[in-house]
């Protein structure tokens, strides 16, 4: 499973669908795809509307929320278009019924269609308000049986602090889902954490814009910080 957030589709300024680098993206999914891997994707919409911003500024925050899951519904169309002009076969599954457009989320559908090797790309997030794209990847994640979650970020891993602010921040090579919550760390959300934590589902974060890091991730590099359940704690040198 991969989770991306709606900037690694955007343009300058991080807003709006940038068909150039939506289209190198798809090229680095194809990568990994060729590999023999089983491929699925979250994305969020943050480049298109961002729910929690529109209800600090008074809006409804379930409307707002809802506003959010159809930008990932764009986003997921957009990067659908990219993945089949690389030759991969792709299904959008959504959340939110959408006919027109992209297939209901129906678990034994999406199984059945990574099976069969194609690309699938949930969007619509979970169909509920007040649940984030991260939960949303963490729960489909466990319930097609993914085996990781690669969730995808401008930084290289998890750091002690935000390392565009703090220069002294050290990386974590190894964490557990423990002491990222107990840190608030910020990484995911504690709802993510708390299912990926109950259900055994490993995390690694990584740097989506260096590009070959995807491959070289899933070929055993070791790049980004891994989340889990083990309680080794590992800081880089």
């Known amino acids: 499973m991969i989770k991306l957030s709606g900037e690694a589709l955007a343009g300058e300024g991080e807003l709006g669908i940038d068909t150039n680098k939506t289209f190198s993206l798809a090229g680095e999914i194809k990568e990994i795809h060729a590999l023999g891997i089983q491929v699925a994707l979250v994305v969020g919409g943050g480049n298109i509307v961002r729910g929690n911003t529109l209800a600090k500024s ?3 925050r379930a409307t707002a929320d809802y506003m959010g899951m159809l930008g990932t519904i764009m986003n997921a169309l957009a990067l659908q278009d990219a993945c089949e002009k690389q030759g991969l076969f792709t299904r959008v599954l959504s959340a939110i ?6 297939e ?3 678990r034994r559908r999406a199984v059945r269609h990574l099976e069969k090797e194609r690309v699938i790309i949930f969007a619509g997030g979970t169909g509920n308000p007040y649940f984030t ?3 949303t990847a963490s729960l489909r994640a ?4 993914c085996e990781v979650i690669l969730k995808a970020t401008k930084v290289n891993g998890v750091y002690t602090a935000d390392p565009k602010k703090d220069p002294a921040a050290i990386r974590y090579k ?3 889902f423990m002491e990222s919550i107990k840190e608030r760390l910020k990484v995911m959300d504690s709802t993510a954490l708390s299912l990926c934590m109950d259900n ?15 491959r070289d991730l899933v070929c055993g590099a070791d790049i980004g910080t891994l989340i ?3 309680e080794e704690l590992v800081k880089d040198v």
């Open 97 to 102: 019924e959408m006919k027109s457009v992209a």
């Open 228 to 230: 889990s359940n083990s």
């Open 142 to 145: 466990v319930e097609v049986g």
């Open 174 to 176: 190894k964490i557990s």
């Open 104 to 106: 209901p989320y129906i």
């Open 58 to 60: 008074g809006m409804d």
């Open 200 to 214: 055994n589902m490993p995390i690694i974060v990584f740097d989506i814009f260096n590009k070959g890091n995807l």
């Open 133 to 135: 794209t991260d939960t």
